[in-house]
């Protein structure tokens, strides 16, 4: 069971700190990745990265203001946002797979958190 939180409501060019927590598991052999719908769109790719950390991929629209990264100790996957912008406003979902390499395919990820709200207001 994945658990994401830290959504909220924030400025245009403000910041958030997204955590993804597992129960039950430990991340340290998976691929984490984040997703995000938007109001009237499709689910798409955020971010992802393997569990060592070695590879890591960003779609190209959140590339140079969002990291991904994660603490194996405490069973947690973060997203820190930066320089956020309208356009990111959508449900952040987490998801993990043990295929071992990043994918940016929603369909390769076994297990899914429930999403949290992020609002940013122009």
């Known amino acids: 069971q994945l658990q994401a939180s830290g959504g909220g409501l924030v400025q245009a060019g403000g910041s958030l700190r997204l955590s993804c927590a597992t129960s039950?598991?430990?991340?340290?052999?998976?691929?984490v990745g984040w997703f995000r719908q938007g109001p009237g769109k499709e689910r798409e790719f955020v971010a992802a990265h393997t569990w060592s950390g070695s590879k890591t991929y960003y779609a190209d629209s959140v590339k140079g203001r969002f990291t991904i990264s994660r603490n194996n100790v405490k069973n947690t996957v973060y997203l820190q946002m930066n320089n956020l912008i309208p356009e990111d406003t959508a449900v952040y979902y987490c998801a993990a797979n043990l295929l071992g390499y990043v994918t940016t395919q929603a369909h390769e990820y076994t297990y899914w958190g429930q999403g949290t709200l992020v609002t940013v207001s122009s």
């Open positions: 039950g598991r430990t991340f340290s052999r998976y691929t």
